[in-house]
């Protein structure tokens, strides 16, 4: 009763948005003006005052609100988008829309349906890129934002309706993005069984065995059992977040390559690749502590190729199940974050209050692989009590090494 409760108060609210009265105050609303609960109050207020309908006011200001959250993901483009709460959630960004829209257009595709479409963002992309689109979206009220956000382009079409039952006649290449957080009975979690999601990947499977260029985003934790033989599989991280694994089939999967790494960061894109002809995970080697100590992306882990960054690399890892490696040397590669080790303590909670207090630190970053420990808890422990005049700096890496835990302090390269 609750969702469709929830469900109800978003269509009302998005009727009210689409007023005349509701579509003309949103244009005048900056969402900076709604950066904060107070700032949004008092817009509230003075929207009051100058004789706005209650309820056209609530709309107005949860969508400004959702355009300020936006901003994130898109820029100064958020402001002249609709979202929806899932919507936003679950949005791809921009620039990695992009490069999904980049593939279809490399594999010659000429007509894309983006099944699970949500509010639209992949869409648009691939509409940019010059492609025909059909977005498809099964819920009403999304289906409308969709609507909105892709009337500028005439080479896009919107259905309502679900992924399994579109018509894909005409249509060469398949873009879909399953849901993922809610499952058959109906339970909001995130879930990482492949036949849990909708569409389940029988479904992608079934598109791709009729001839369909078919590309597919997942979230980063998918296992790899249960990957087909027959998909690319790409992590993507984002400055330094991994935010979603596509699987890409038929003329969309890059001949030779089973997986790889993508790693944005300021400086752009960089990839990490692994033969088809190399799929079997290579143990990778693992020897004593050195000079420097070695993080690599999120991506580099999830996708099992830190084997593959330290041939590129050298160097060795700490444990053969903790992701740190180290190296004699200090190296440069977008594939790992760097730290020149400073000292090693053991992992004892008391000796590293004392550590914290004779050092004067007032700042503390925590990182930690294999140790059953909250980064945020900690520091809260080994700065109690620090006095104010505590200005210095320190970094610690936690780790397990066999049976020991220990703590690395590092400086960042």
């Known amino acids: 009763m609750a969702q469709a409760s929830n469900d109800s108060t978003l269509n009302e609210q998005f009727a009210a948005l ?3 009265d509701g579509w003309s105050l949103l244009s005048t609303i900056d969402p900076s003006m709604v950066a904060t609960k107070d700032a949004a109050w008092t817009l509230n207020e003075k929207l009051r ?39 936003l959630e679950q949005a791809t960004r921009l620039t990695i829309a992009g490069l999904h829209a980049r593939r279809f257009t490399s594999a010659g595709c000429t007509h894309v349906a983006d099944l699970g479409c949500g509010i639209g963002t992949d869409s ?25 956000n892709l009337m500028p382009f005439e080479n896009a079409k919107v259905v309502h309706g679900s992924a399994e039952e579109t018509d894909l006649t005409g249509i060469d ?7 993922r957080r809610t499952d058959q009975a109906g339970n909001t979690r995130r879930l990482f069984d492949p036949e849990a999601f909708s569409p389940p990947l029988s479904f992608v499977e079934k598109l791709v065995d009729e001839g369909k260029d078919v590309g597919v985003k997942l979230g980063p934790g998918l296992p790899h059992d249960a990957i087909p033989d027959t998909a690319e599989a790409v992590w993507i991280s984002d400055h330094g977040s991994v935010i979603e694994a596509c699987l890409w089939f038929g003329r969309l999967r890059r001949e030779g390559i089973a997986r790889a790494a993508l790693v944005i960061d300021k400086d752009g894109a960089h990839e990490l690749t692994n033969p088809v002809t190399a799929q079997a995970d290579v143990p990778a080697p693992v020897g004593e502590l050195q000079e420097h100590v070695y993080e690599p992306d999120g991506a580099v882990i999830r996708s099992h190729l830190i084997s593959t960054l330290l041939e590129s690399t050298g160097g060795h890892l700490l444990d053969e199940h903790i992701a740190y490696f180290t190296h004699a040397q200090q190296i440069s590669t977008p594939f790992a974050r760097g730290y020149k080790v400073v000292a090693v303590h053991d992992y004892n909670v008391k000796k590293l ?14 990182k930690k692989r294999g140790v059953d420990v909250t980064p945020e808890e900690l520091r809260r422990i080994l700065l109690a009590g620090s006095p104010k005049s505590a200005k210095n700096k320190a970094t610690l890496m936690l780790a397990r090494i066999g049976d020991k835990r220990v703590a690395f302090e590092v400086q960042p390269h």
Do not use: C, M
């Not at 050092?359 to 925590?366: F, R």
């Open 18 to 20: 689409l007023s005349a």
């Open 49 to 87: 005052k100058d004789g706005h309908d209650a309820q056209v006011i609530r709309a107005v200001i949860a969508q400004a609100e959702l355009r300020y959250r936006a901003r994130v993901k898109f820029g100064p483009f958020a402001d002249s988008l609709v979202f929806t709460p899932a919507g």
């Open 124 to 148: 648009i992309a691939l509409a940019s890129a010059g492609l025909q689109v059909t977005a498809v979206e099964k819920d009403e009220t999304t289906a409308a934002a969709t609507t909105l």
């Open 173 to 179: 290449g398949v873009w879909l993005d399953p849901a």
């Open 353 to 366: 209050r004392s550590w914290v207090k004779t050092n004067g630190i007032g700042t503390l970053d925590i």
